[in-house]
């Protein structure tokens, strides 16, 4: 993403005082935003015109966004700190934004902490096909917790003492894991799944580590089918690779993926940008 600093440096030249007409002025020029977090919005903004939830991948750590009314959850499997950023201690996390301004700075603050110079995008619907299912179609045993049920009223959700985060119990490279570090589009799947059936305003840790379960439970099914196309050993998931029906639990779902988004932070070659900064995966 190529950022607009000409105009900034301008700004901070011709602001201040100055003596016009032997007389002190005040001189003050608005800075235009980063251009790198204009573009961010914008392409954000268009796939949430479309889509419900999506796929947001930086530096190949992938995690889901859903939306509600004017809300934003971020739901992140990868090893994160308790305010959902880049940390090498931490867990899985959900991440609760009260606005559309506070999800795009909550998406600049990660990229930062992570040192970002890739990031890519997928709108994703998801639809619940059928419910209560008497079996899976999975052939992996699936660990899950039993969580107390609790009811939300999602038309009063985020009230201003509300909580603005849920950490969940591990992060989706634990030991225990066959496949550990390399399910994150898996999991990001399962949570949007699952919150069509339990909305995710009512999630605690015990449900965000089911969905690591389920998450986890898809890439090994997709693995032993022989579904995923990675030609490396790292046989890490692609948006082609995903399923479009699948049963999480008790529950079908059928899933649509949009165009996929894909580009370089901070690219001010020229050449890079008409090569191809950005680009579609499924192209």
């Known amino acids: 993403m190529q950022e607009g600093n000409g105009d900034l440096h301008f700004s901070h030249w011709i602001s201040g005082q100055h003596t016009v007409f ?19 919005y914008e392409i954000v903004q268009e796939i949430f015109f479309s889509y419900d939830s999506c796929l947001l991948a930086i530096n190949g750590e992938i995690c889901a966004i859903m939306k509600h009314n004017d809300y934003y959850v971020v739901v992140d499997y990868n090893v994160r700190n308790a305010s959902g950023l880049g940390s090498d201690i931490g867990t899985s996390v959900v991440v609760f934004n009260t606005n559309w301004q506070d999800l795009i700075l909550h998406i600049d603050a990660l990229m930062v902490s992570l040192n970002a110079d890739t990031l890519n995008i997928c709108g994703v619907k998801v639809q619940v096909i059928e419910s209560e299912m008497s079996a899976c179609n ?22 201003s003492n509300e909580r603005k985060s849920v950490r969940g119990s591990f992060h989706q490279g634990d030991f225990k894991f066959k496949w550990a570090g390399r399910q994150c589009v898996a999991v990001s799947l399962a949570a949007m799944a699952m919150h069509n059936v339990q909305s995710v305003f009512s999630w605690e840790t015990c449900d965000l580590d089911n969905v690591v379960n389920l998450g986890d439970s898809l890439y090994s099914d997709l693995h032993q089918s022989g579904s995923i196309t990675d ?35 901070d690219v001010v070659d020229g050449e890079f940008l008409r090569s191809g900064a950005w680009q579609f995966w499924n192209d």
């Open 22 to 40: 032997n007389k002190i002025c005040e001189v003050s020029v608005e800075q235009r935003p980063d251009v790198k977090k204009i573009e961010l």
């Open 138 to 159: 999975s052939n992996v045993k699936v660990e899950t917790n039993s969580c107390p049920a609790k009811k939300i009223d999602e038309s009063t959700v985020f009230p």
């Open 231 to 265: 030609p490396t050993d790292d046989k890490l998931l692609c948006i082609p690779d995903l399923p479009q029906e699948y049963v999480f639990k008790t529950n079908a779902f059928k899933f649509e993926y949009g165009r996929c988004v894909s580009g370089c932070v």
